[in-house]
């Protein structure tokens, strides 16, 4: 079947505008996560959804970044007045369990590359 | 707090010699453990993980995986390298209380001809 969708994949942003990335995950999978992926590092965690409930935002770095999932299905990360430091790739994962325990692997789209200008 | 280590940033080796990439891990309770493969433009892919039923675990294009806990370590070996292994590779663990992933800053493998 068809994995993670991200789109779009490369997006150029002047400096102070508003962007808005969007994911569609794996049908029926419960569970969506947002990641960002700095040059040469590995991803770190931004904001987790189960279902529409954005149940952990911890990693969202200020208020200028914003998540959504409205109806349990596709997400939008939305980035408001873009900063140099923004510009990174943005991964969206999906996964079947909502359980916090066991391994549970997390299916990744090929994410959007944000370049700030 | 969970966290990874992942010892080198980059390996070389010929093709059809081992491999290794080395990852140690801190958590505080038993991890559950993976290792995902980046290619170029492409997402990531998972390799296998560590579920607790088998220390030593097969994952996919004949990588495996012993999870030591003594060590604290969870590294990922292949008996023989392919130009095709070529790729970015983290070492995953997910945090205990919760579902998201903390990841290593990676370990970029390049295979010689």
């Known amino acids: 079947g068809a994995g993670v969708s991200q789109s779009p994949r490369y997006k150029v942003a002047k400096r102070g505008q508003d962007v808005a990335l969007r994911c569609d995950p794996i049908?029926?999978?419960?569970?969506l996560f947002w990641y960002q992926q700095a040059l040469g590092q590995g991803p770190e965690f931004l904001t987790y959804?189960?279902?529409?409930?954005?149940?952990?935002k911890s990693g969202l770095p200020s208020d200028r970044f914003f998540a959504e999932r409205p109806e349990g299905s596709v997400s939008t990360l939305k980035i408001q007045r873009t900063q140099q430091e923004d510009s990174a790739v943005y991964l969206c994962?999906?996964?079947?369990?909502?359980?916090?325990?066991?391994?549970?692997?997390?299916?990744f789209g090929p994410g959007t590359r944000l370049t700030v200008t | 707090a969970q966290s990874v280590t992942q010892l080198d940033s980059h390996v070389s080796v010929s093709e059809g010699t081992p491999v290794l990439l080395r990852c140690n891990y801190s958590?505080?309770?038993?991890?559950?453990l993976f290792w995902y493969v980046q290619h170029p433009n492409k997402g990531l892919q998972l390799l296998l993980k560590?579920?607790?039923?088998?220390?030593l675990v097969k994952g996919i294009n004949g990588f495996e995986a012993e999870f030591k806990k003594s060590e604290t370590s969870f590294h990922l070996t292949k008996p023989s390298a392919h130009m095709s292994d070529a790729a970015e590779y983290f070492c995953?663990?997910?945090?205990?209380?919760?579902?998201?992933?903390?990841f290593g800053p990676g370990t970029r493998l390049s295979v010689l001809p």
């Open positions: 958590s505080s309770y038993s991890p559950s």
């Open positions: 959804f189960q279902n529409e409930a954005q149940l952990d």
């Open positions: 995953v663990v997910k945090r205990n209380y919760g579902q998201n992933f903390v």
């Open positions: 049908s029926g999978h419960v569970s």
């Open positions: 560590y579920t607790s039923a088998a220390t």
């Open positions: 994962a999906s996964s079947f369990t909502t359980g916090t325990s066991g391994a549970y692997e997390q299916y």
